[in-house]
């Protein structure tokens, strides 16, 4: 059974900073790993997608990685704003007759202060 | 581009009392659908997934059903709620492959009183 863990659980920066969100998985046999973002109360919205055959994907200030064979993903965020501020939750899929579906790790909690 | 509409968006109800979400997409056909789960202090677990109309697979046992009448809705539902249905429930799309973005709806709060 696929388990995806997130580390760390909450984390608090300055505003400005470089940060890592880490993602690891028990299985390496994904066929694709998402990153989402979801605000307070809200749904999750779509930030990287990377397929299995991929090293990482950029999108603006973020940049993703996976490193399939370890079972590793980071989540990159550049130069950090409050308006980052949101849970960030990881999620693999994977091959054969998946059909798409998401196995979520618990998410971190991040808080950029002015 | 493909939208996902969910109602209600907040939902109260009592123990013993029948639920209806729906959930209807736009932009795309022949999508996968799925019903995610996101109760207080738990992850997001996966309730229910369709690959087309009338398909309907569970992913755990539970007090709810799911059904898919038309290529883009999918609906959750239950015949009688329990204190443990409470949660955030969020429609999903994903396309046929299965190797796509998927997308989730705005969620729909269900608390059972």
């Known amino acids: 059974k696929q388990e995806v863990t997130q580390i760390p659980a909450a984390l608090s920066v300055p505003e400005g900073e470089n940060l890592v969100l880490n993602c690891s998985f028990t299985?390496?046999?994904?066929?694709?790993l998402q990153w989402f973002r979801q605000d307070p109360g809200k749904g999750l919205t779509s930030l990287l997608l990377i397929q299995s055959s991929q090293r990482e994907q950029t999108s603006g200030r973020l940049n993703a990685s996976l490193d399939k064979s370890s079972g590793r993903s980071t989540l990159y965020i550049a130069a950090s704003q409050p308006g980052d501020s949101a849970t960030y939750l990881c999620?693999?899929?994977?091959?054969?007759?998946?059909?798409?579906?998401?196995?979520f790790g618990q998410g971190t909690i991040l808080t950029v202060h002015p | 581009s493909q939208t996902i509409h969910q109602w209600p968006a907040t939902l109260v109800q009592p123990v013993g009392s029948p639920l209806s979400l729906e959930c209807t997409v736009e932009g795309t056909s022949n999508p996968n659908l799925y019903w995610y789960r996101q109760a207080a202090g738990r992850g997001l677990q996966l309730l229910f997934y369709?690959?087309?109309?009338?398909?309907i697979s569970s992913e755990v046992p539970q007090n709810l059903s799911a059904s898919r009448p038309q290529d883009r809705q999918f609906i959750l539902s239950s015949k009688k709620l329990l204190l443990s249905d409470s949660g955030f429930y969020l429609c999903?799309?994903?396309?046929?492959?299965?190797?796509?973005?998927?997308?989730f709806g705005e969620g729909s709060w269900l608390t059972v009183v």
């Open positions: 299985d390496s046999a994904i066929y694709n």
């Open positions: 369709s690959v087309g109309i009338g398909q």
């Open positions: 999903a799309l994903g396309g046929p492959s299965g190797g796509n973005t998927i997308y």
């Open positions: 999620a693999v899929t994977g091959g054969g007759t998946s059909y798409g579906k998401l196995t």
